[in-house]
């Protein structure tokens, strides 16, 4: 039989040291956008969200009538 060499503990600093490593390793292969694409995103989003606020106010806004009108 062969014998199990006992598993050596990893510290904390380690652990930290490795794990930072491999994140920034990641961070390496991320695609990022130029400022213009940047500008781009953040005008697609305002949009977005201001075109979806007004479908809800508007719905909102039906359906009140429709209950007061019930009520």
Partial sequence: MSEKQPEKKVGFFAKAKRSSKASL??????????????????????VTVVVIAALIWIVDS????VFGLLI
């Fill in 25 to 46: 390793n990641e961070l390496k292969k991320v695609h990022w956008p130029t400022k213009k694409e940047l500008i781009t995103y953040t005008n697609v989003v305002l």
């Fill in 62 to 65: 039906v359906v009140g009538k």
